[in-house]
């Protein structure tokens, strides 16, 4: 089977620092993306980890850790067009991509 | 490149009636899936495909049917629509499941009402 559980809701003011994590159960697990979504908008790629330990891309890390079944999401120096829903997907050497049920950033001024 | 374009972008439909949500994608890739959405949730797998001729189930299959005679085709077919398929439809595409880079490239959505 497959499960990905994340916060439902985050909230952090303009300039600060949010992680969001992720923790998995996934039969064949390959890899752990993270993806963006705006309201009305289609999901959008920011990271992925195929191998234990930290990815940066700009103000957005990931980091996985396989021995925990568990990841998470940095964003730094936030910004107001960073509120959006956030999701983990657990990638499986079958094909699929499963996803959590994501997370609710609410940035504030 | 157009990406990955799927039609019709609305639809309302009665119940019992049928139609096919449209997914085509212009980058030579692989895998294709189709998820939705329902409002505050995740998107939840529906049907997914390794390659042309061969489809499998996802999370919630019932209800709905796949094909995919060609790489860039995925059309969904729902019978008989029940106001719980209610939804947002994405289609995505990757190279090869994502084992490489992660990266699903997902189209613009087809939002569906049925009453």
């Known amino acids: 089977g497959q499960s990905l559980e994340q916060p439902s809701e985050v909230t952090a003011v303009e300039g600060a620092i949010v992680q969001i994590n992720c923790t998995y159960q996934t039969s064949g697990f390959y890899g752990l993306s993270w993806y963006q979504q705006h309201d009305g908008g289609a999901p959008t790629f920011l990271s992925y980890n195929g191998l234990d330990g930290l990815e940066e891309t700009g103000r957005f890390s990931s980091f996985l850790s396989r021995s925990d079944s568990y990841g998470y999401l940095l964003l730094q120096e936030l910004q107001m067009k960073d509120s959006a829903s956030y999701f983990c997907?657990?990638?499986?050497?079958?094909?699929?991509?499963?996803f959590g049920d994501g997370t609710t950033l609410t940035v504030k001024p | 490149n157009a990406g990955v374009t799927q039609t019709p972008k609305f639809r309302i439909l009665k119940i019992g009636q049928s139609m096919t949500l449209q997914c085509t994608q212009d980058?030579?890739?692989?895998?294709m899936y189709w998820y939705r959405q329902d409002p505050g949730m995740g998107l939840k797998l529906i049907y997914y495909s390794v390659g042309a001729g061969i489809t499998d189930k996802g999370e919630v299959p019932n209800g709905y049917n796949v094909s995919r005679s060609t790489t860039e085709d995925f059309p969904l077919r729902l019978e008989l629509a029940a106001p719980s398929q209610t939804s947002v439809y994405f289609c995505?595409?990757?190279?090869?499941?994502?084992?490489?880079?992660?990266?699903?490239?997902f189209g613009e959505g087809s939002r569906l009402t049925v009453l």
């Open positions: 997907a657990a990638n499986t050497n079958a094909g699929k991509s499963t």
């Open positions: 995505a595409s990757s190279y090869t499941a994502g084992l490489n880079t992660g990266e699903l490239f």
């Open positions: 980058m030579n890739h692989n895998y």
